[in-house]
């Protein structure tokens, strides 16, 4: 019956679960499956008979996932046409506990109930209740103005009047404050032209805050650098690039020690480079550093006038700007880039003089992975001058710069003259799980402080009992359906983030959740326990290691890895960035399941491997998705050379993108990842080059 519930076969769901509840009336299990039959109910429409079934699993076990069955009820009679008992439902459901994050949605759905019951303060009270918890404020605004159209849908005009007032004076950078302008200044009330001015250029509706922001600074006393700077951006919004101009002139003639003045200076510049006058605003950012050294913008002033300099393709003007803002600011992050950028243009053009100049003063004043970056090639400069020593201490001090970076691991290759993703000479997948779990917990210990003497990882009494673990635990149970695995997952997932502050409660859920499959749940357990530590990964002992990079489901990789002739802990490194092994995953993308594989590319595979009957929601299940998976990036691979990297980026930005950015470098990992032309796919190459040393520090043998 479960089976059949998770694939979507709900006749077929309904009749082995009826099969199984007239069988077995004295099986503690039948009332969860009586939920489970309520849930293909559903998805038949056969409302009625899901209602009785969640009535009888209430009468079974209440007190448990109250919320979330009389949240289904109340579906099922508004499905039915029956709004009074739909609404007493859903009543039913936000008034028994349930985790914060899900509940503003369903009070928002009893409000609606008592609307359409023609209930309108209780419809407010429900309102009231979602802010009296909730905390975006675009979110916050939005409740207010739902609450605020009922009061004066209901005739509480002053009542109504005054929420709006508050969306205007609080939020007024959302929708909402300027719908609520509109209705209050269509009803005659006085808003200060100031507030106008904000909302109308929050919301971009830029000439009716040219009117609204020149009302409010005609009175000097009223102006200030804030309003001036909505000003111009404004007049700029609608082309008039002159007014623009002038207004932050005003703002530079006026507050030469106001923060605004530095950023007006920037604003001139944006100004003149949207109106295609490149040069002008290459002169506007470069007079602000020199003509003003001590403001904090001019670093980032400087950083444009290189980087547009780079796009008129005049490489001699870029270098020397990007040396000026290394020599000028030095300590900030615009330097640090503005001198990668600088050094790696100088590379490309052949000046190696300028290349290395501009990477030894990075190396010297950068920090993290800049640094170690930096290092890294000025190594490589050393190994093409012919200088092995040099290099050797360069790339030594990018290894320590920012450990577990991957310019930090790819200076290690270097120095032992590892390859990219070079295999390991044999690999480990079967330990001795009870010796390890014995040093782990000695490590805790020890690292923390424990005092407990007995076995550390089963749950706490204070675990076991907590709502949130309680509830998670039963819609575990009855999450054959969607819905009910990703609210457990919810509560779980509340209860690990109210733990991260105790190792040892986040380490007994770190193996609770492996064991109960909910992977992604454990990952992150792990990884809070060991940043807890203040040890790297592979310095934490292996058991718990292995927790934040772990090998599940190697079942179907490793012989998918054989069939395709593919390094198994590349695929365990790819799994891992793409889903952190949660099965059920989707991206904005529209991946698909522990490897990613959007619609397009999933029927792709299955039509070159003859997959009979394939349908897009095969590519859910963990042996197909890991199957096509490991076939595509095969593919993919084959088109690149063999090169895993360049694999790694086709599979993410395409093949027909890794073959471009191929021919640009050649077979040469540093220049590859330069190449990478989308963001997107530079960083998940180098997520992966870090995750995969991990995997191969972990599961590698010599």
Same mark, same amino acid.
């Given at each position: ?80 046409? #029956?709004?009074?008992?739909? /609404? ?28 359409? &019951? ?37 005739? !509480? ?6 929420? %709006? ?28 032209? &100031? ?15 040219? #009117? ?18 909505? /000003? ?21 003639? *006026? ?152 310019? +930090? ?17 044999? *690999? ?37 009992? !907590? ?15 969607? *819905? ?10 509340? %209860?690990?983030?109210?733990?991260? !502050? ?13 064991? @109960?499959?909910?992977?992604? /749940? +454990?990952?992150?357990?792990? &990884?809070?326990?060991? *940043? ?33 002739? %593919? ?5 365990? +490194? ?51 998705? @890991? ?66 040393? @991990? ?8």
């Amino acid at each position: 019956g479960e089976a059949a519930l998770r694939e979507g076969l709900y006749s077929q769901a309904v009749e082995a679960l009826t099969a199984f509840i007239d069988s077995f009336p004295e099986d503690p299990r039948r009332a969860h499956a009586m939920f489970l039959r309520g849930d293909a109910y559903l998805g038949l429409s056969e409302w009625t008979l899901a209602i009785t079934d969640f009535d009888m699993y209430l009468t079974l076990r209440p007190g448990l996932i109250d919320s979330y069955v009389h949240e289904r009820i109340g579906d099922a009679y508004l499905a039915l046409g #029956q709004p009074q008992q739909s /609404l007493d439902a859903y009543t039913k459901a936000a008034d028994a506990t349930r985790e914060a994050s899900s509940l503003a949605s369903l009070r928002e759905r009893v409000a609606a109930g008592y609307l359409n &019951a023609g209930q309108p303060q209780q419809a407010v009270a429900q309102y009231d209740e979602i802010l009296a918890f909730a905390e975006n404020s675009f979110y916050r605004a939005s409740i207010d103005y739902q609450a605020a159209q009922v009061l004066i849908d209901s005739g !509480d005009f002053a009542g109504g009047y005054t929420r %709006l007032q508050r969306i205007v004076n609080e939020y007024p950078a959302s929708e909402q404050a300027y719908q609520a302008l509109g209705v209050l200044l269509g009803a005659e009330l006085e808003i200060e032209a &100031a507030q106008q001015g904000r909302i109308y250029y929050y919301n971009e509706d830029y000439a009716a805050a040219i #009117q609204a922001l020149n009302t409010a600074i005609s009175d000097e006393a009223a102006q200030s650098p804030e309003l001036l700077m909505m /000003l111009g951006e404004s007049y700029r919004g609608v082309g008039n690039t002159q007014a623009a101009l002038t207004t932050f002139q005003t703002i530079i003639d *006026t507050y030469r020690d106001d923060p605004t003045f530095g950023d007006a200076w920037l604003e001139q510049g944006r100004t003149l480079f949207l109106s295609n006058d490149i040069t002008g605003a290459i002169e506007k950012y470069s007079a602000l550093a020199t003509q003003h050294p001590d403001v904090p913008q001019g670093a980032e002033a400087l950083w444009r006038a290189g980087y547009l300099y780079s796009t008129l393709g005049n490489t001699e003007s870029a270098l020397a700007t990007f040396d000026i803002l290394g020599q000028m600011f030095p300590m900030t992050t615009r330097a640090q880039e503005g001198l990668f950028m600088g050094a790696t243009m100088a590379y490309n053009a052949d000046n190696v003089a300028t290349a290395a100049q501009l990477f030894g003063r990075l190396a010297e004043i950068g920090t993290g992975e800049l640094k170690a970056a930096a290092y890294l090639w000025v190594g490589r400069l050393y190994q093409a001058d012919d200088k092995p020593d040099l290099a050797a201490q360069a790339f030594q001090a990018a290894a320590s710069a920012d450990p577990g970076s991957y310019y +930090s691991i790819r200076a290690s290759d270097l120095l032992t003259s590892r390859e990219p993703f070079q295999q390991p000479a044999g *690999t480990m997948f079967d330990f001795d799980e009870s010796a390890q779990l014995t040093e782990a917990e000695a490590w805790l210990r020890s690292t923390f402080g424990i005092t407990q003497t007995e076995a550390l990882y089963p749950l706490s009494e204070a675990l076991e009992n !907590d709502p949130r673990m309680i509830r998670g635990r039963e819609l575990m149970i009855v999450g054959a359906s969607t *819905t009910a695995y990703e609210a457990a997952e919810i509560e779980f997932d509340a %209860l690990r983030i109210a733990m991260q !502050d105790d190792p040892l409660a986040t380490y007994q859920l770190a193996i609770y959740f492996r064991d @109960v499959g909910l992977y992604r /749940l +454990s990952i992150n357990a792990a &990884a809070d326990l060991i *940043t807890a530590a203040g040890v790297d990964t592979t310095q934490a002992p292996s058991y718990i290691a292995r927790l934040r990079y772990p090998i599940y489901y190697k079942d179907l990789v490793l012989p998918a890895a054989a069939e395709n002739n %593919l390094d198994p802990l590349l695929m365990f +490194s790819l799994i891992r960035q793409e889903s952190l092994f949660e099965g059920f995953a989707t991206s904005y993308a529209a991946g698909q399941g522990l490897m990613q594989i959007i619609p397009d590319t999933g029927q792709w595979i299955a039509d070159r491997l003859g997959w009979p009957d394939y349908q897009n929601s095969d590519v859910y299940r963990p042996y197909i998705n @890991v199957k096509f998976g490991a076939y595509y990036l095969r593919y993919v691979m084959d088109m690149v050379d063999g090169l895993p990297y360049a694999a790694l980026a086709g599979y993410n930005g395409g093949p027909g993108n890794a073959m471009q950015w191929l021919g640009i470098s050649g077979p040469d990992l540093d220049l590859f990842v330069q190449a990478i032309s989308y963001d997107e796919t530079r960083t998940y190459v180098r997520r992966i080059y870090e995750q995969y040393n @991990v995997y191969r520090e972990l599961y590698g043998t010599t």
